[in-house]
C-alpha cells in the first residue's frame, strides 16, 4: 500500500514565523502536490511538483514556496506564517496511474 | 477548462436510507472521475473510480458510473450507516498531473 506521511498533525505558529510542513511517500511517485482545504472552498492547488527539483504553481501559490530535494520528500514553506494561512493542508503523491495519494492532513493554527 | 460540480451539504441521513450526492463536471477530452472519502480527522482516501465512459466504479457498498451523456458520476449507496458519515469528494483527472476537486458534501447518518 502507498503510504503518505506528514510530519505534524496539528501544529500552532505565531504570525511572522517560518513554518515548515513536510511530506514523505514511500511509493517511488514522481508527482507530489500540496493543496489547502478550507470549509465551504475544498481543495485548491498550492503548488506541485512533477520531479525532483522540479515544481508548478497551482491556484493559490502566494505566500508559499516548495521545496523537492529528494524524489520522496516535498516540502512546503510558509516564509512568514499570516493567520489567513490558518487551515488544513494536505499532501498527496501519484505515480504513473491517476490516482492520487493523500496523508492525513496537517491542521495549522496561526495565532 | 476542468471543473467538478457537486451538490452542496450537508446531507442528514438515517441509517438504512437510500443515498445520492450529485456530481457532474466539465472537461476537455475523456477524464478519469473519482469519488474520495474524508472521514474526521483524516486525509482523503480513494473510494471508487472510473476511467472511461459507462464505467462503474463499486466500493464498501458505494458506486458511481461514469455518464459522458450528461457528465455526471453521481454517488449512490443503498443502505447508509452511521460509518459512512464523512465527507465525500467528487473529481476528475485529465491529461497532464492536475486533479479537480468539488468542494465537498459532508454526510451525517444518524441512527
Known amino acids: 500500500d502507498v503510504k503518505v506521511t506528514q510530519s505534524s498533525r496539528y501544529l500552532v505558529k505565531r504570525t511572522g514565523e517560518k513554518v515548515f510542513l513536510e511530506c514523505v511517500q514511500d511509493m517511488d511517485h514522481e508527482n507530489m502536490f500540496w493543496y489547502r482545504q478550507d470549509p465551504g472552498l475544498g481543495l485548491r492547488l498550492i503548488y506541485f511538483?512533477?520531479?525532483?527539483?522540479?515544481?508548478e504553481k497551482g491556484d493559490i501559490p502566494e505566500g508559499y514556496s516548495v521545496s523537492r530535494e529528494k524524489k520522496e520528500r516535498f516540502s512546503l514553506i510558509l516564509e512568514s506564517a499570516s493567520t489567513n494561512q490558518t487551515s488544513m493542508y494536505l499532501c498527496?503523491?501519484?505515480?504513473?496511474?491517476?490516482?492520487?495519494?493523500f496523508g492525513p492532513g496537517t491542521r495549522l493554527t496561526v495565532t | 477548462g476542468n471543473s467538478v460540480t457537486q451538490m452542496e451539504g450537508p446531507v442528514t441521513l438515517s441509517e438504512e436510507a437510500f443515498l445520492t450526492i450529485n456530481c457532474t463536471y466539465t472537461a476537455t477530452g475523456y477524464p478519469s472521475l473519482f469519488w474520495y472519502v474524508q472521514y474526521p480527522g483524516e486525509g482523503l482516501q480513494l473510494l471508487l473510480k472510473?476511467?472511461?465512459?459507462?464505467d462503474k466504479g463499486s466500493n464498501k457498498g458505494f458506486e458511481a458510473t461514469y455518464r459522458k451523456e450528461t457528465t455526471s458520476f453521481h454517488l449512490e449507496k443503498g443502505s447508509v450507516q452511521v460509518s459512512d458519515s464523512a465527507v465525500y469528494f467528487c473529481?476528475?483527472?485529465?491529461?497532464?498531473?492536475?486533479?479537480?476537486f468539488g468542494t465537498g458534501t459532508s454526510l451525517t447518518v444518524i441512527p
Open positions: 472510473a476511467t472511461k465512459a459507462d
Open positions: 511538483s512533477y520531479d525532483v527539483k522540479m515544481k
Open positions: 498527496a503523491s501519484k505515480g504513473q496511474i491517476y490516482e492520487q495519494y
Open positions: 473529481a476528475l483527472a485529465n491529461t497532464g498531473n492536475q486533479f479537480y
